[in-house]
Structure formats: structure tokens, C-alpha cells
């Protein structure tokens, strides 16, 4: 069935189904993957769905209809995986993931933060139901409001408040801290470490938080220098 | 003409949306404009009900929308206002029933019969509530001075952020100033801080609109009602007004703080 319709390769991953696109214009693959879902309803019947669009460039208008479409037809739209930065940027609006989760033992080498040299920059509060997963550091000029998520590989910075989960050094590395201009989340975590502890203040001043000598996860005021 | 679509939502249930788009649809037919509601809960309908319009429906939106019926026999003519309407849900089918496509559709033919189009939207983010924002050049989201109410609605000003529908404007439901002043209950200073949108009005705690609800008749009837007068307010911002935020405090410290608020918008 492939062979008839080059424009679209549907297979099996681990988390779903992955259709890869041959190059074309974006109306021209959406209509290919649509012709291919509407041909077997059965088999596409509850998939969850994730999409290499290659260099394709796709504005939030582009997926929110295509995602439509596919809820129409009980498929449900879950990662999109693309070169282009305009389309990533995309996917992580739309709360999509923007690769496979796939087990990356070589990078479980104790490694600094830092050594993973990318930061994700986000210029806007994070609200309730988004969550950010980055393998590097994460910036964000802006709150991050209860409910919102941040996993992290690296360092977490936040020019704001912080009221939702925050975990950085996600892949194991304690090194890693978490900054914020008012640390009032309702979870931090480091690596492995767990702290829930954190009491919303009255005057909010820059914290810091780490994990200490001892090993546990602490935060601290911010007057370093 | 061409109507405004106005979609009023917010994430968690029972925080007024309904009694909201009744009073805000009544006062602006009372101000002299055309109005189409929308009931958008398939399968839960209620705002024929708090309308006082329940016994007259024949034709419902699902029978527009599979052509059963034209648009125009399924527009419910209010009992006291001839120029406000109602389109209402169907009670039998679910939210399956409709497309997002549907509703535009639906909304283009209104346009130009209307002033203003006022959608209901269900409770939660699944599809009733994406079906009920798909046509709207506005959102208004409407929320309770409570924690829970509070972040659902963040949730859905993300949505509608993501959806690149622009912000939207806050309804501040069911405040009680008196809770407020001795710190029982989130200010409007708090929730506006959280969320960071613009505020188009703050509606008190008032028993009248549960008993207006179950009469049929929307509060903004009555002259003599708080809450009737702040949805009042709100439906004179929506036309482009400016009117100063109530004094509901006649102390008027609080609200004093409010208004210096929202004034250095």
C-alpha cells in the first residue's frame, strides 16, 4: 500500500505510529496522510500518531487543522518532528512533543550540564497544562503559574515566579540548579531529589535551590559575590 | 451587518458561563442590538432554561447542523426582547455531533443577521470547548475567586494563546467583598496578577441571579440587582463603553485599589 502512495510512510515505533513524509508542498502530504487514514479506519482506529515532516514549515494554523482533522478521525496528533526551528516552536505551543522519547544510554555518562552547551529561551509565561522538556538548560523570561512544567537536563533559570514543577538535571545530573526571582513551586526536583517543602513568602527575594554537602535539596537566598 | 462572535468560556464547571452569556446577551438586546446565543453544551443544555425558553424549543443546532431544519426555524425568539435569540443545544446527542467546521459554518450564516453572536461553551478542553472557540473573534473568560477555578482558567487562556486566538478578557464571577477584605478570598488584584489578561468586569456574590436563573429571568432585568448592574456594565464595555468599575465596597478601599488597577491599563 506504501508503493501506491510515496508521499507518506506510515510504520510502527515504540510509541505509536510515525509517518514520515516525502517532499512536497504541506497540502499535498496532509491530503496523502488523510487519503492513507481514511483507507484503513480500522487500523488507524485510536492511534496515536507522530509526524517527521522533514524541512517542512508549519505555522500553528497548519497543525491545529490537521490535529482537528485527525480528532475527527480518532487519531490523535502527539509529537511532530521537523529540522525547521519555526516548526518545532510550532509543536511545543501546541503542547507537542518534538522528538521520540527513545533510551539515550550514552548520555547517562556523568556529565555537567553545562557540557550540553544549548539553552531553550522562552520569552512568555508558562501557563497551567504546558510542559517543556529540553535537553539542556531552560531560560524563561516569565512566570511559570501552577500547573505548568519544566524538565530539564540542565540548569533551570526563571525571571519570575515560580508556582508550578520544576525538574532540572533531569537525566541524573546533581549538579544542576534551579534560579528564580520568587521560588514558591509546589516541586522542585534535582536529578533524583524530591523537595515539596517550598512555603509561598510574603516578600519574595532571588533563591537559588541545589543539592547540598549532605545531599539533599535545598534552596537558598540568592547573594552570592 | 456583521456580528461579532463572542465565545464565553473557562475551563472549570459551574463558575456562571451560562448565567453569564444569558445576562450579557439580555442586556445587550436591551440596549437595542440584535443578539444570537448559542448554546454550545451539547448534551448537557441548560441556557434554554435559565432563558425561560425551554418549552418552546422545536428545532435545536444538531438539526441545523445535519439539515433538519433551516437556521431560521431553529432560532428561539426571546419572550420579552424581539430582537435576541436563542439557537439551542441538543439534549439527546453528545459533543460528537458537531465539528469546529460546523460551527463556523453555522456562525458565517448568522453573521449577518446579528450584532452580536454569543456561544456558550462547555465546561473543559476537549472538543466541546474547542467546537465552541473555533468561530469566536472573541473570547471571554469567566472564573470564581478560587484557587481551582483559577488555574483552570489559566489553562485555557494557554489554549487560546496556543490557538492564536489573542488574549482573552476576564469576567470576575461571584466576588464577595466582605470575604475578600478579611483575606478568606483572592482579590481581583490576586487573580489578575496570576493570570495577566484584561479585565472587563468583576460580577458580586448575589442570591438574585440563582433565583432570576430558575425564573427564567436573567438578573440584568432587574434594576434593583448588584450583580444585574455589573453584567449590565460588562455588556456596555463589550459595545465599546467605557463605564467605571462599581463601587461594591461602600467603603470603597478595595475597590478604590481596583480601579486604580485597571485604570493604569
Known sequence: ?225 | MTAQVITVTSGKGGVGKTTAVANLATALASDGRKVVCIDGDIGLRNLDVIMGLENRIVYDMVDVIEGRCKLKQAMIRDKHYPELYLIPAAQTRDKNAVSAADMRRLCNELKPEADYIIIDSPAGIERGFKNAIAPADRVLVITNPEVSAVRDADRVVGILEAEEKGSPSLILNRLNPVLVKNNDMLSAEDVLDLLGVHLIGVVPEDETVIIGSNRGAPVVTDPKSRAGQAFRNIAKRIQGQDVPFMDLDQQGGFWGALQRLTGRK
Open chain 1, 1 to 225: 500500500m506504501d508503493a501506491m502512495n510515496p508521499l507518506v510512510q506510515i510504520k510502527g515505533v515504540r510509541d505509536g505510529l510515525l509517518a514520515a513524509f516525502a517532499d512536497a508542498e504541506w497540502e499535498e502530504q496532509r491530503a496523502a496522510l488523510l487519503l492513507q487514514i481514511d483507507d484503513r479506519p480500522a487500523f488507524f482506529q485510536g492511534a496515536r500518531l507522530a509526524l517527521d515532516v522533514g524541512s517542512q514549515v508549519l505555522k500553528v494554523n497548519d497543525l491545529v487543522a490537521l490535529r482537528d482533522e485527525l480528532s475527527e478521525r480518532s487519531v490523535v496528533l502527539w509529537a511532530v518532528l521537523g529540522e525547521s526551528p519555526v516548526t518545532e516552536q510550532t509543536s511545543q505551543l501546541l503542547g507537542l512533543a518534538t522528538r521520540l522519547s527513545k533510551p539515550q544510554p550514552e548520555e547517562q555518562k556523568h556529565g555537567d550540564a553545562a557540557a550540553e552547551d544549548s539553552a531553550l529561551f522562552i520569552t512568555k509565561t508558562l501557563r497551567s497544562g504546558k510542559r517543556i522538556e529540553f535537553p539542556g538548560n531552560v531560560v524563561v523570561l516569565g512566570d511559570v503559574n501552577a500547573g505548568a512544567e519544566i524538565v530539564a537536563e540542565g540548569h533551570v533559570i526563571v525571571w519570575g515566579r515560580v508556582r508550578g514543577m520544576i525538574h532540572a538535571g533531569a537525566k541524573g545530573d546533581r549538579t544542576a540548579v534551579i534560579c528564580a526571582l520568587d521560588l514558591s513551586a509546589t516541586q522542585l526536583r534535582i536529578a533524583d531529589e524530591v523537595s515539596a517543602m517550598l512555603k509561598p513568602q510574603k516578600n519574595p527575594k532571588p533563591e537559588v535551590a541545589r543539592i547540598n554537602e549532605e545531599g539533599y535539596l535545598q534552596s537558598e537566598l540568592w547573594n552570592e559575590g
